[in-house]
Every structure is written in C-alpha cells, then in structure tokens.
C-alpha cells in the first residue's frame, strides 16, 4: 500500500451527509410579520448557593428595593470591595446544562401541556436564545450552539468559541473591574428580604442565581428554558412571574445625542432580547460616571425599548430577531435527524458568514450527562 492512501480516501468523521447546510443571518432576509410568542410561563425555579450548589427553591431570589426618592438622586460606589470582597464563579466550570436537566429530572412527571410534550420540545438556556435572537445585528461576537436530539426532545448548549475563550483569559483588569460592577449595581438594589434594604457591606459572590424555569413557544417550537432573574418586585402590580421580576442593568452615563442614539442600537437591542423572552416587564438602568458612581436611574419597560429604534434606519427590529430564531429553531429540528444523546450537532456562526454545522459522536461536544441519560432512559 502506498504511504498515505487511506488519508485520501478517508471521509471526515463529522461530514454530514448531502451537500453541506447552512443558513443566512442578513436582516433583510427576515423582515415581516413579528412570529407567535406564547407568554412565557413560569414552570419552577432553583437556586444556586454561594458554593455553587443546586437547591431545588427560591433561596437565593433578591428583592428589589431602590433608594428612596427624596430629592437627591442615588450614589452608589460600584468599586467598593473590589476585589477584596469579591468571589467571581470559577469560568473554567463548564456547566452545560446541567442546572437545567437537574431541575428538569425532578420535574418531568408533573410537566403541563398532555404527555408527550417534552418531546417536540427544545430545552436550552434562555441566555443561548438571546444569542440568537440578536444574531442578524451581531457584529462582533460569533457563537457555537451544540444540539443533542434525545427522546424527541432537542436539548441545546452553547460552546465557548476559541476566540472568546482566548479573550476570557486575557481579560484586561479594567474589564474585571466592570463586571464586578455590575454584580455591585445589584446588591445595592436589592434585599434578601421583602420590606428590608440592602446590605452593600456583604461580599459580592457571581456563584450564586436565582434561576427561573419557563414554558413558551416560539412558532411551532415549544420551549422550555431557564434565565437567571435579578430580583422580584414586592410592590410590582401583578405578584404573578415572570411579571413581577426585575432585570438590573448598568450602562455608561451619556451626554450626547450620538451616545445616546448608539446605547438604543446595540446595548438596547441585548437588553430588550433578555427581558423579552423570559417575560421581564422592566429593566432598571443605573448609569455610571467615569469614578464608577451610579448617579442616576432609568426604568426602561421592555415592550417600549424598540420605540427608541423604530425610526432608525440603522435600529434593529424585534420581528426580525425573533423570526431569525424561529428559522434557526427549525434549521436545527430539520438538519438533526437521528435521536442519540451521545451525537452533537454543532452550528457554528461568525460575523459576516453563515450558520454552518458539523456532526461529532461523544467527547469533547457530547454534553447531556450520563447521569440525566440513564436516568430518563429507564
Ligand atoms: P451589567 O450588564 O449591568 O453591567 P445581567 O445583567 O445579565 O444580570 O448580568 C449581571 C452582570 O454580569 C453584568 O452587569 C455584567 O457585569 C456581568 N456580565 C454579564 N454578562 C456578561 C458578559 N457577557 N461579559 C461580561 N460581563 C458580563
Ligand atoms: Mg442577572
Ligand atoms: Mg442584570
């Protein structure tokens, strides 16, 4: 045999049969009629603790609590206790979904919606939707989604993209700084009680979330997914969530019409997306000044966010957004064919290009646990 032969004829192991699938993310392609979104419905919650831990309650749900308004505006030094009183969750975890089938393993049984409905469904974190959902106006930051089919049911889990881990671990102190800050915007506005203030003495610890669970459908795609929520509002006028949860935002203060006009295009477009899908009402914006102090506050109402583009031509556009995804959810139903947990279908979408895929059979894409597996399988 001559040296090499078996290297030509070799296929590629993650060739997918036919000729290769992909799919356009161009705005224009998806323009029209905004696509049904069924209200999203609260399921369950869990909560994760300073260690990390899964508790299957709302032990670690925050409540809103805003400064009074007696005249002055707010103050808030959002570089206190850095980093002397900050625990940042270890990023090199690779969590999947693991939270999220947890939950999913002890609920299964009391699912709403006829039996069978788990399968047909697509089970994902809502933050991997607001990826896609902004997709068509992303100019910077690609992505990777692998997608696992098992037992109907097409389980979705994003995957850091070499790029983005390489600037996670080159990460410059400033921007260190400014996540921190962000977490601080919180705990300045929240309690761990109904009724009492916050307590901005305490340690700022990323490990722990209050993560809520819900059921919505997005054309024909039902779904279920997780967020992580911020806060509840104890005084919002329904008690009923997602409609009383709050989402926190910190953002740079603005002096000029440009910066103002660039904040509605690109840092409005993630916020509204966030909040959309998982029903949040309101989002509460603290702006910061060049020493890191919140001075001011604005509540941005989620379904008003795209007032402030709708005559923009360079704005972005919710129908646009949520029909990308739609096509996506069934770009990824129709290219996965075969239900085996152990296959990954990975899309992989740069900026300027395509959604492309490729197909891997276990480690390193396989992501549903064997644990969640067996456990399902009996
Ligand atoms: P801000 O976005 O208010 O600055 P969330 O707003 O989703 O509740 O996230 C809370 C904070 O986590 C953010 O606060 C930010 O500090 C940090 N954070 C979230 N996503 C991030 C990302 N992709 N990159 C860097 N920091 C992020
Ligand atoms: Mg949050
Ligand atoms: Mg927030």
């Not at 309650?57 to 002397?84: E, H, I, K, M, V």
């Not at 089938?101 to 089970?123: K, M, N, S, T, Y």
């Not at 991997?128 to 098992?150: D, I, N, V």
């Not at 409005?268 to 997306?273: D, P, Q």
Request: proline share 10%.
């Amino acid at each position: 045999k001559r040296r090499g032969e078996n290297i030509e004829v070799a296929e590629p192991r993650n060739k997918l049969p036919g000729p290769a699938p992909s799919m356009p993310t161009d705005p224009a392609l998806y323009s029209g009629p905004f696509p049904f979104y069924r209200r999203p419905s609260e399921l369950g919650c869990f909560s994760l603790d300073a260690q990390r831990q899964y508790h299957g309650d709302a032990q670690a749900l925050r409540y809103y609590s805003p400064p009074p308004t007696n005249g002055q505006g707010p103050n808030f030094d959002l570089r206190d206790g850095y980093p002397d009183r900050y625990q940042p969750r270890d990023e090199e975890i690779r969590e999947g979904l693991d939270h999220l089938l947890r939950w999913l393993l002890d609920h299964r049984g009391q699912l709403e919606g006829g039996p069978g409905w788990l399968a047909g469904a697509i089970v994902t974190w809502r933050g991997h939707l607001t990826k896609l959902l902004t997709t068509p106006y992303e100019r910077q930051e690609g992505w990777q989604l692998a997608a696992s089919p098992f037992q109907g049911t097409l389980y979705l889990s994003e995957v850091e993209t070499p790029a983005a881990r390489a600037q996670r671990l080159a990460r410059p102190p400033l921007l260190r700084e400014l996540m921190y800050m962000g977490y601080k915007f919180e705990q300045y506005m929240c309690a761990d009680k109904p009724g009492s203030s916050p307590d901005p003495s305490g340690e700022v610890n990323t490990n722990v979330a209050f993560c809520s669970v819900l059921r919505s459908r997005l054309g024909n795609h039902p779904l279920l997914f997780s967020g992580e929520v911020d806060c509840i509002d104890p005084q919002a006028p329904s008690t009923q969530p997602p409609t009383c949860y709050v989402e926190l935002k910190t953002s740079k203060e603005m002096h000029s019409p440009g910066q103002w006009r660039s904040f509605y295009r690109h840092k409005l477009l993630k916020w509204w997306a966030q909040s959309f899908l998982l029903g949040i009402p309101n989002v509460v914006a603290g702006f910061r000044n060049p020493e890191g102090f919140i001075c001011s506050l604005k509540t941005f109402p989620t379904m008003e966010m795209f007032e402030y583009v709708r005559n923009d031509r360079d704005g972005w556009n919710p129908s646009v957004c949520m029909n990308f995804c739609a096509a996506f959810l069934s770009f990824a139903q129709n290219t996965v064919v075969q239900d085996d947990p152990r296959l990954v279908y990975l899309f992989s979408w740069e900026p300027g290009s395509p959604v492309t895929v490729s197909k891997h059979q276990d480690a390193p894409y396989a992501f549903l646990p064997t644990w969640y597996v067996e456990a399902v399988t009996q």
